[in-house]
Each structure stands twice: as C-alpha cells, then as structure tokens.
C-alpha cells in the first residue's frame, strides 16, 4: 500500500471519528443546546421537595425558563431551600408562586411557576414565598385510606 | 500445604513484577516518544493498520449492537408504556458502557494481537536487535509510533461505534416499531448530559486505548523469540487486555457514577 492511500484512508478515518464524536456532543449530548449567558438566581423554601434533583426544569406554562442550581437545608426553620436560575429574557411578578410538580405518574420532577399579578419583578436574591412542597403520593394514600376507614361506619349505618 | 502457599506466593510475586514491568516498559515507550510525532508519517501509517482496518468491524458490530439494544429495550420497556424513552436506553448504554467496552475489546482482538505478533515477530527473526546495531533505537522506531497510533484510534474507533449504535437503535425504533421520530431524538436529548455521558465515555476509550495499546505492545516486546513465544503472547494480549479493560471499567465506572 503505497503512501498517498493510507494517508487518504487515515484522513477519511480521523474525520469520520471526530464527526460521530461531534455528531454524538451535539446531536445526542444536546451540547450548546441551551446556553443561557444571562441567569438571575431567586430562592424558594419548600417543606418538603419529594424527589426534586438538581438541574431539575423549572417551567412556566410548560416552558422551561430555568433550572434547579442548588438544594439545601435551613436547619432552623427545617425547610428545604432550592435556589433557582432563570433566565433573563423571561420576567415574573414578585408573588408568583412555586410548587414542585411531576410530570406524569413516574415522569420527572419539575417546579412550576405561577405568576402573580405583583408590578415588581423578581430579581436576583429574591424569595418565592409562595411555595408548595411536593406531593408525596404515600401520604397520599394514606390520607385516602384514612378517609375511607373514617367513612365506612357512616355510610354501613345509612344502607341499615 | 506448604507448597501450595509458596505457589500462591510464587504466583503474586511474578505478577507484581509483571504488573512493574509493564509500567516500567510503558514509561519508557513515552520518554522514547520523541520520534512518533517530530516523524508522524510512522504514526500515521499505523493509525492506518489498526485503526482504519478495524473500521469495518466496529461499523458493523456497531450497529448490530444498537438494533439488539432497541429490540431487547423496547421489549422490557413496552411492559411499563415506556417504548417512547427507547433512545434513552440505547444512546446511555451505548455511550456510558457498550461503545467504549465493546470496542476495546474489539481492538484488543483485530489490532492489538495484530501489534503483537508483528513486535514479536520482529523480535524472533533478530529485526529489533539489527536495529539496535544500527544505533536505530527500535523502542522510538518501532514500539512508540504503535502504542500513539492505538491511543489515538481508540476514542474515534468508540465514538464510532456509539453512533452507528445510535443509528441502529434508531432504525429498529423508528422503522420498525413505529415510534416517531421526533419523540426518539428529543427524548435522547433531554436525558442525555455532554458532561456526565459522552465525555465519560471518551475518557474511559481514552484510558482503555492507553491499556489495550500498552499490553500489546509489551506483550510483543517481550515475548520468547521462538514461534510458539510469539503464539503465547498474542494469546496473553487478548486475555489480559480483556480482563484489564473490563476492570479499569469497573472501576472508572464506580468513580464516575459518584461524580468525581
């Protein structure tokens, strides 16, 4: 094999390789995909957060307008503080209200945002103080369930 | 009683010497590397032999590789609804354990015990010492100009792979089971991470190049110079590269999962 095909078939080689690297950054990674330069930080106390992770979507009306950037616990007020990003483009009014979310049955957790109807807006270091914790589904059952065992006499000494 | 405890000890001993060895060998191949890359015409010639001859196989165990992952995938997942986050399965399997994994293994088979017959064929018929007669140092000649070629080809060779398997995957999905398009990719997209997934995955071909290239290498260098010496130690370099690339894995892979 003389020297002028292998070095052709060796740049064919590394192009080919560094475009699948490339297609699987850009393409698949969603590298870039969502570089948001401007970000304003806001935080939001919650009583529980249920499954929330970091870098978990923060959506308004479906969108994404910012990620979950830290989590931790205020060991005074046993609460969970969450700082939020958002970006710059998107303003909310100073009550908007958060809740933790999830989208479907096992889907991922996210936290929505409801606008208020305040003229201040949000800025950075601000906290949403309307906050709904998570909905925890075994504590969910469980008040069904007690429901129902508080119901059952009533409704057995009605058919009677 | 005694002699098996001598023979366990004899055992650990000859290992750890091969273990320094190695590393030994492997410190000396990067200080003789000078050659490799002020020559690269060396390097490049055998990118050619054990990266673009290996093309074939990962291309196409590539994408066999994806379309089992979608059909067994898509299997497990059809019980819970879940068959819309099948790009999800295949592209994270592909690019966190499959695409490095199996194209290590793949190159330690097709190209490292390649590498080793031919160093230690070189080494049999006294090419290497002729070399050395001629103030030639075989190491920078021959030996470097491998193990760069090998480190080299291993990432481009395993992104490869991931792709094909991606659009293999793609294929079974999309042509196949009838999910649509636009739900495969944009699924993929959300779940996969640049940092956490892909460029995991290149640090660990990177790292099992870097083995896979050294063990074959070594193995060649220092094999008996006889036709059975050469057959041993081309048998050694698929066995311990595969048993090295799937440790490294494991442990790469606990590192990793934890976030360091």
Sequence with gaps: MDRKTIDLWVGIFVLLGLLALGLLAFKVGNLGGEREAKLYRVEARFDN???????????????????????????????????????????????????????????????????????????????????????????????????????????????? | MISLLSKIGGRTIDSVWRIGSIMRFFMLVLANSGTSFSRFGLVRREIFFSGVMSLIIILVSGLFIGMVLGLQGFETLQKYGAEETMGVLVALSLLREMGPVVTALLFASRAGSAITAEIGLMKATEQLKAMDMMAVNPIARVVAP????????????????????????????????????????????????????????????????????????????DCTPTAEGVSAATTRTVVSSALTVLLLDLILTAFMLRGL
């Excluded at chain 1, 979507?57 to 307008?65: D, E, I, W």
């Excluded at chain 1, 910012?66 to 710059?88: M, P, S, T, W």
């Excluded at chain 2, 990177?206 to 074959?216: E, L, P």
């Design chain 1, 49 to 160: 957060i249920g499954g929330l992770k970091l870098k978990a979507p923060v959506k308004s009306a479906g969108v994404l307008v910012g990620r979950v950037k830290g989590i931790h616990f205020d060991n005074i007020k046993f609460q969970a503080v969450v700082d939020l990003e958002l970006y710059e483009r998107y303003e909310f009014p100073k009550d908007s209200s958060a809740s933790i979310l999830t989208s479907g049955l096992l889907g991922e957790v996210y936290i929505g945002l409801e606008p208020g109807g305040d003229d201040k807006k949000l800025v950075t270091g601000d906290r949403i103080k309307l906050a709904q914790s998570a909905v925890v589904l075994e504590r969910l059952i469980g008040q069904f369930m007690l429901g129902k065992a508080s119901e059952a006499p009533a409704a057995s000494s009605v058919t009677k």
């Design chain 2, 146 to 221: 491998r193990l760069w070629a090998g480190i080299i080809s291993m990432p481009l060779l395993a992104a490869l792979f991931s792709a094909m398997g991606i659009f293999g995957g793609y294929l079974i999905a999309v042509l196949m089971v009838g999910i649509d398009s636009g739900v495969f990719w944009s699924n993929m997209e959300a779940a996969v991470s640049f940092r956490y997934d892909v460029l995991n995955g290149f640090v660990k071909s990177v790292v099992f190049g870097v083995a896979v290239s050294v063990i074959a290498t070594f193995e060649g260098y």
